[in-house]
């Protein structure tokens, strides 16, 4: 198998290295120029039409979307999460969809409040998206009080927990005052994430991007 | 026997074509939703998020539109397998239906979630020019997947019923989607009113006698939209 990761150091595409790394598939990274506008390139549309990072090229063709690429490199692999078989797959797809299309899409609205409705709206966007991060953070903490899944799980590594790790490291670091998350508030999710980031995989990962020792539970140190 | 957690012309109704699609045999529970009853404690323990859809299946219960099109898909082998050269196709446009189109449309259909009321103008104009630029998107890779893309199919119908709201809401602004503008999106609609099971679905549902072709405001014999 030949994967090409089109990658930024601390963008989504760090959530599909770790993944990468951890199933040590060997793979090439294109790193993707964004501030010299190289998402905008024919080039880069030709892959990914969206013109969004990550993508990831595979001997089946380009594909993107974080989500999708997580839950390609599982079934690709039978490892990091539940496959088509497994009676917990149902429960691992909603969740990983929630990820992608709340708690991802909160997240962007915070880093980037300006975009649903104007820079004249961004204070109040801000807030809405603050209020739905804590609250689909709670969802999550809930489910894992509740049920402690092996697929978001202190005990195995999943995509999950790299992907939602990703997004607490930059709830945590980026929002400005007084908006952001303490992850000490969740800790069961707490507790998935420090085994994680504690992984040699991740190690290897955060030491390339320039993440620091403890990304996800202390981003920043 | 899967049971369907639905609510008239909610996202419920992108699962219900698919199933009757492929004719999977399943039963319908109706979610009040004037009566507010997906927050209720029952439906929230079957889904946390309250939201509609949850299919209930024999390994529990699935919440997110995305994610039951999905394991439907793989349980009934309704698009390309895991190992199949046509999966990724499959997956990235899923998510992406599920993430960015349809996550927009959601910030049409309830702008003050997302903005004070003197911004919903702005807001609007902003979403419905994010939401013609995915379906541009959506367009060309159902020109170039058909197979994937077709009536009845996951991506077909998810990417057709979200063609149907976008002409419908919000009800009080000038209509910002016209269908003709994507010809193969409109030949898709064209095709999933030509399915036995559209009409049935659409009789039980209230949504008229051309749901996608020519979308009316739904007017449901039980249940509420909202």
């Known amino acids: ?58 001997d089946d063709g380009p594909m993107f979307e974080t989500g999708a690429i997580l839950l390609w490199l599982v ?7 539940p496959g088509p078989q497994d009676p917990g797959r149902g429960a691992f797809l909603s969740w990983l969809f929630f990820t992608s299309n709340a708690l991802h899409q909160a997240a962007l609205a915070m880093f980037y409040p300006h975009r649903p409705a104007g820079e004249a709206n961004s204070a109040a966007a801000q807030a ?7 609250a689909r953070l709670g969802l999550i903490e809930a489910m894992l009080a509740a049920q402690s899944p092996r697929w978001l799980s202190p005990d ?17 670091m980026l929002p400005p005052a007084p908006y952001g998350i303490r992850l000490a508030d969740f800790p069961y999710l707490q507790a998935v994430l420090a085994a994680h980031e504690a992984r040699p995989a991740a190690l290897r990962v955060a030491a390339s991007d320039g993440l620091g020792p403890t990304p996800f539970t202390n981003p920043g140190s | 026997m899967y049971t369907l957690h639905y609510a008239p012309d909610n996202a419920s109704l992108i699962i219900r074509l698919v199933l009757d699609g492929a004719g999977i045999p399943y039963r319908t529970a109706l979610v009040d939703r004037a009566a507010r009853q997906h927050h209720s404690p029952a439906y929230r323990a079957l889904n946390p998020t309250g939201l509609i859809p949850t299919l209930e299946t024999p390994a529990g219960p699935i919440s997110e539109t995305g994610a039951i099109l999905l394991w439907l898909s793989d ?17 990235k446009w899923l998510f992406f239906l599920s993430n960015t189109a349809h996550a927009d449309l959601r910030q049409i259909f309830y702008p003050h979630q997302y903005a004070p009321a003197d911004g919903h103008a702005a807001h609007l104009e902003i979403m419905s020019t994010r939401m013609l630029r995915h379906f541009a998107l959506l367009e060309a890779a159902a020109l170039q997947h058909p ?80």
């Open chain 1, 128 to 134: 809405a998206a603050q209020e739905q991060i804590v």
């Open chain 2, 75 to 91: 349980t009934h082998h309704l698009g390309p397998a895991p190992a199949d050269p046509d999966r990724p196709v499959f997956l």
């Open chain 1, 156 to 172: 195995h590594p999943g995509v999950l927990g790299y992907y939602i790790g990703v997004l607490v490291r930059w709830l945590i």
């Open chain 1, 75 to 81: 079934d690709r692999t039978g490892r990091l999460g």
């Open chain 2, 147 to 226: 197979k994937l893309f077709a009536a009845g199919r996951p991506l077909g119908v998810y990417t057709i019923v979200l063609t149907r709201w976008s002409a419908l809401y919000p009800e009080t602004a000038p209509r910002w989607l016209d269908l003709s503008d994507f010809p193969v999106l409109e030949e898709l609609a064209r095709a999933q009113e030509a399915r036995v099971e559209t009409p049935v679905v659409a009789r039980a549902e209230g949504l008229g006698a051309h749901p996608f072709t020519r979308p009316e405001q739904p007017n449901p014999p039980e249940g509420s939209v909202l």
């Open chain 1, 1 to 58: 198998m030949t994967l090409t990761l089109h990658h930024a150091p601390d963008f989504a595409s760090t959530i599909v290295r770790f993944a990468l790394e951890e199933l040590e598939l060997p793979h090439t990274l294109a790193i993707v120029d964004i501030d010299g506008g190289a998402l905008a390139s024919p080039e880069y549309r030709r892959v990914n039409p969206v013109g969004l990072i990550p993508a990831l090229e595979t």
